[in-house]
């Protein structure tokens, strides 16, 4: 039982820490639009560069997907694929725009 | 327990099941009644509609004759409570809530509750889908498709329709999740999935295909209520000219996202449509060839390929969007792999066939009719999932025969082949022999009176769309004395079911009692009492071997149930 | 009749009927905030402009917004880790403070589209202010959502405990789990709202 009180002390420093850098990221992410003035497309990317170190810490930590079941890091690979071909629509529609015309 | 918990807001799958059975049966047949109310204004259009004219009232058909607004909204309507409203509940609600617990040898589904909620979510869902022709402005008139912006203007019907829609995603997406749940989880002890049956696997792989493609849709349904309600334009793009004026609006938005999303959902669906059946067919041809099925193994890993290929050829419905070449291109190559998987199947079970003493009984006879039926409506696809002759087919006659005689004489009568095979499963009585092949003789050749002259006049370039089947187009000259058959086909359909109806009600009361295992099937479903009691099972599931071992060598009988092990 | 792997895992696949049952729904989630995304690109890509969110939006109020998911996010992971300890009162502390934290992010909410129906933005405004209501609206749809299921918890949650306290714990994870994906997608809605 000491063991498992133990684990769950370390669970929690680990969720602190996440805390800490979820909040750290946020302010970079507010920061960099707020002084840096980068052009329109790299701003883009680093503003969804640090949203997924975001979402990352949260699904692997709080979500606890980085100790997760096989099974359920194979639906969710599933999803992902086709939530990547959802995202393609517009890319795929753009592109029959410039082909067709 | 009272009345209203055992019946009404029960908990037990297979009342559930039964629930969702009839509440499909009744929208079948109610989606039947609006398409022959259809094919009088096709066969006699301008004409009055005999007998029932009189009631539709002066804003659907004054003095009898149908105006062409309620001829859409009963296309729009047929189209949507046949898919959302009569199959997927019968065959993905009905026959996997009875059937799939009891053949993995599970006492019940994993959340219960959830189950009866998603059943009520879909009966609220289908009463606002009926309750919408009694708007001002009739029912969704958009067609099935609700293509945008031709929806977005549409009458007070059209925000009905989403409303409705959204309870049937909710619905689907909690049964689905409750069918994945329960098949990985509450498998009996040794039922590998390699044991399962091959029905257990067709539901499975459509419950996946509900899940994560519905969702695309009640986004779309959500933009498109924004749109309606709160006077967005996400379909409307700028200067929008209705009526003869410039729709005042921001503007800005593309028709072609909805119909992205919409068919993102719809192509899935058209197998959520058809591998339950597939499924249902496969364990009734097994059972009456008593031999295994032929390339079990192939066959899941067809359908799971199915499944997977499903999502990625939506755009093959949008070749003439002028979607461009590339684009057109990928989407007919991944149309034409898909062909493969669904050919694996269908020769699996034409070639379980083979060398069988085949029992031609009525759950064999629809079944058998099954396979050319889909046959036809998979081969007269592929024209369509090519990008050149579908610029000639696309929105004609031709694609309502195509995609019908994979529903009608397909899936629908697959599902009757299950309802007359696990009948006695769920009353402890059999329907009658007689009755049944007085179904299924008229039934097939009245399908096909109906939907295989629509080839012919698709040819002709007969538009699917017109409120008078053509009679105003020159070209459509030759064709349209073929809607009159096709008309008096389809009032021929509906007396072939009667002796169904009073088939079903009869065998209720007074059918021959069978026991546990009336059709000597191996599955496990038929281990449990019939009717089973709630928790299914008598006595413990241990399963020792696959799901087909009929006429095993060396046997005393020619069929070895999945928990019983083998004679040394 | 009991429906067996409602607390203890299965052997085969290491886990719980609740669990595997919420995963399935947060990915049928995925798609649809997949979906909304993909609309937002669309409308983003095919329109002749596009504002920056922080010329109409208001940004400091978002970003107060941000870190409040964030903190909620922790408190409930904390309630999580206080059953596993068998610690009722700390649970319910944490519980209470989520529903909370949701309850300033709401009236943060409010404020935020008070001040834009007032300055006459809305959704018929213009794409970009319509895509804006929706996800905003939506998610808030979430969080609501969310909040009522925790205060069911937190409120009705002292029977359970006495009963099967295991049992308490997986529903109050699995409740967790909908709620850092409701964080998780107010994650991405921020920057591409308000910065973009």
Redesign the interface.
Known sequence: MTN??EA?DQ??RT??LV?GS??VL?LL??GS?HFLHLP?GP??AV??I??TI??TL??CF??HLISE?K??LA??A???V??F???L??V?????????H | MGFWRKYVFSIDHKVIGIQYAVTGLLFLSCGFCLMMLMRWQLAYPGQPIPFIGSWLGDTRAPGGIMLPDFYNQLGAMHGTIMVFLGVVPLAVGGFGNFVLPLQIGAVDMAFPKLNMISYWCLFVGGVIMLGSFFLPGGAAQSGWTSYAPLADIAPTGQTAWLFGMIFLITSSLLGSMNFIVTTIQLRAKGLTFFRLPFFVWAQFVTSFLLLLAFPPLEAAGVLQLMDRLAGTSFFLPTGLVVSGEILQVSGGGSPLLWQHLFWFLAHPEVYVLILPAMGIVAEIIANNTRKPLWGYRSMVYSVIVLGFLSFVVWAHHMFITGMGTVMSSFFQTTTMIMSIPSVILLSCLFISLYGASIRFNTPMLFALAFLPMFGIGGLTGLPLGLSAPDIALHDTYYVIGHFHYIVAPGTIFALFAGIYYWFPKATGRRMSEFLGKLHFWPSLIFMNGVFMPMFIQGFAGVSRRLADGGVTYSFAGNVTPLNRMMSWSAWGLALAQLPFIINFFMSMRSGVKVGNNPWHATTLEWQAPSPPPHGNFTQDIVVSHGPYEYSVPGQKEDFLPQNQPAEA | MEIPYIVEPRQDTGLNNGKLGIWLFLASEVMLFGALFAAYIMMRVGGPTWPLGASILNVPMATLNTLVLITSSITMVMAWASLMRRNYSAYQLYMFATVGLGLVFLTVKYFEYGHKFHDGLYPSTSTFLAIYFTLTGLHMLHVIAGMVVITYFALAGRSMFRKNPQWLTNRVENTGLFWHFVDLVWIFLFPVLYLM
């Open positions: 498992h009180a769950i669970h929690i969720y602190l805390f979820l909040i946020t992410t507010v639009w329109i701003h883009i503003a969804l640090i949203a975001k979402a949260v699904a709080f979500m079941r099974l359920i639906v969710l599933l999803t992902v086709f939530f071909v959802l995202l629509l517009p795929m529609t753009s592109l029959g725009d410039q082909v067709g």
